[in-house]
């Protein structure tokens, strides 16, 4: 997302481009004070990464809708975010589901 910043207009690089991108450090730095932290913490963190990961998504999604970002550049980057979303899924499980009554 930051190299995309020179390629898009000055309203949308101050606009939703810089929303995105705040969104996108708050969730490296979710990830990364989730790997720092003890368990209880830990699990907290993970649900709201998530969120957060979900939000950029759909907030990307719209710089698609109103051709803010050109599909070819949208695709590896919505990919990107779901697979990251998928890995915090799978780090979140690990931790749950010991705490699941038919585990």
């Not at 708050?26 to 709201?48: F, G, N, Q």
């Not at 969120?51 to 990919?79: C, D, G, H, N």
Request: hydrophobic residues 45%.
């Amino acid at each position: 997302m930051y190299l995309l910043g020179k390629k898009v207009s000055k309203r949308d690089r101050f606009g939703l481009h810089a929303v995105i991108e705040e969104r996108l450090i708050a969730c490296l730095r979710l990830a990364l004070s989730a790997a720092l932290t003890k368990m209880p913490e830990k699990i907290s963190h993970l649900i709201v990464l998530q969120r957060e990961i979900t939000l950029v998504k759909q907030l990307f999604r719209t710089a698609l809708e109103i051709e803010s970002v050109t599909p070819a550049s949208y695709f590896p980057l919505a990919k990107r975010l779901v697979t990251i979303n998928k890995m915090a899924s799978g780090w979140l499980l690990s931790f749950t589901k010991d705490k699941r009554p038919n585990a």
